[in-house]
């Protein structure tokens, strides 16, 4: 089994910035993809960023060159680094992790952008 906990999300201001961290532990293989998707109210579940094991990285057109993901695979942490954050950045954003077939997600963390 696997558990995925976040932690980071919070309130800012248009132009702010923050930083996501979403912790895994369990039987994780170590071969795995591991990433953030959020969802607004009144939306479906969108990808934001994912980054594999070995580092290469994706990310939705709304938010390449603002946010950035990254890994710690010692730690099993990945992270999401938001930066020029816009109220339509607003949203319960999960953390994901695919491996092997399986499908784990984190229980969600809130990011508000005020304008």
């Known amino acids: 089994q696997v558990q995925l906990v976040e932690s980071g999300g919070g309130s800012v201001q248009a132009g702010g910035s923050l930083r996501l961290s979403c912790a895994a532990s369990?039987?994780?293989?170590?071969?795995?993809?591991m990433g953030w998707y959020r969802q607004a109210p009144g939306k479906q579940r969108e990808l934001v960023a994912i980054i594999n094991n070995g580092g290469m990285t994706h990310y939705a057109d709304s938010v390449k060159g603002r946010f950035t993901i990254s890994r710690d695979n010692a730690k099993n942490t990945a992270y999401l680094q938001m930066d020029s954050l816009k109220p339509d950045d607003t949203a319960v954003y999960y953390c994901?992790?695919?491996?092997?077939?399986?499908?784990?997600w984190g229980q969600g963390t809130q990011v508000t952008v005020s304008s």
């Open positions: 994901n992790l695919n491996t092997v077939g399986n499908n784990y």
């Open positions: 369990g039987s994780i293989f170590s071969i795995n993809v």
